[in-house]
């Protein structure tokens, strides 16, 4: 065995590796499900003759012998591709496998911002609200690199996060993050209609105000209904609002107002009682 290492770009060198997990997981996840013992499909029909039944259990065999994993996939697919492949050819696929980098830019960076230092943003001080563009959960890139992957991407989500927590408060798209699902998972727990307990792994998660009216995809403008309030609230005279807390105000087809208050109730505060140790 030997090893094969190339020194490249944080970008190239994380979007080569993308790629080839997605080819691998695409051979392994085409893989033919494991069927039934060869014998009992023969003995099924005595009629069968010798020279099948080898056939068939050669069939069966050969079926069985791929047991590598994702990692060793990967490798071949390297391998293969750097033998086999030809740098010039353009991709046969109608739609190939690419590779997906996500890299997060402050906004700043990307405009040139040297925001009164003096200095590039990549290497702006504390005074400096610009930071450097980085490969996420990587490394931090180069500004120029950045700008680069910004221009040719086919689209931006911007992201608006808590200046301590870090904490993704809003996006500029109509599906929330996994971090406010989680969020809206501890805060919501069933759906929010009132007197409903459907919990919320049976439940959508729903913006109050529609997003095609203007809503944002905001931990205070989204909760969770079941499949039958949430057809209840855009198919009748229902209607909601939510409160800065998370409580739902709804009022029905008469007038009448409900409120639902976020179930969980859990909140930490400081102490000054000394440690019971």
């Known amino acids: 065995m030997a090893q094969l290492i190339a020194t490249l770009p944080a970008a190239i060198a994380h979007a080569i590796r993308d790629r080839l997990t997605r080819f691998a997981h695409s051979v392994v996840d085409a893989r033919p499900a494991p069927g039934p013992p060869v014998a009992a499909t023969i003995d099924a029909d005595r009629h069968t003759s010798d020279a099948d039944?080898?056939?068939?259990?050669?069939?069966?065999?050969?079926?069985?012998?791929?047991?590598?994993?994702?990692?060793q996939v990967r490798a071949d697919v390297l391998a293969d591709l750097l033998l086999t492949a030809d740098p010039t050819a353009a991709p046969r696929s109608p739609q190939p496998i690419t590779a997906v980098v996500q890299v997060v830019v402050p906004v700043l960076t990307l405009l040139g911002d040297r925001d009164g230092t003096g200095e590039p943003v990549e290497r702006a001080g504390p005074a400096g609200r610009a930071g450097p563009a980085e490969l996420?959960?990587?490394?931090?890139?180069?500004?120029?690199t950045a700008r680069h992957?910004?221009?040719?991407?086919?689209?931006?989500?911007?992201?608006?996060?808590?200046?301590?927590t870090g904490t993704v408060l809003a996006v500029d798209r109509y599906r929330p993050?996994?971090?406010?699902?989680?969020?809206?998972?501890?805060r919501d727990e069933r759906c929010r209609f009132p007197g409903c307990r459907m919990p919320v792994h049976r439940c959508d998660v729903d913006h109050t105000t529609d997003a095609a009216l203007g809503g944002a995809t905001s931990t205070c403008n989204l909760a969770h209904l079941c499949?039958?309030?949430?057809?209840?609230?855009?198919?009748?005279?229902?209607?909601?609002t939510q409160r800065s807390d998370g409580t739902l105000e709804w009022t029905s087809p008469t007038g009448r107002v409900h409120l639902d208050h976020p179930p969980s109730t859990v909140r930490f505060r400081a102490s000054s009682d000394p440690p019971p140790f």
């Open 177 to 186: 993050s996994e971090q406010q699902r989680r969020h809206l998972r501890a």
């Open 53 to 71: 039944r080898r056939a068939a259990e050669a069939a069966h065999r050969s079926g069985d012998t791929d047991h590598r994993t994702v990692e």
């Open 136 to 144: 996420a959960g990587r490394a931090p890139i180069d500004t120029a």
């Open 227 to 240: 499949r039958r309030h949430h057809s209840l609230k855009h198919a009748t005279d229902w209607t909601v």
């Open 149 to 164: 992957l910004a221009g040719s991407a086919p689209g931006w989500d911007r992201i608006l996060t808590h200046p301590v």
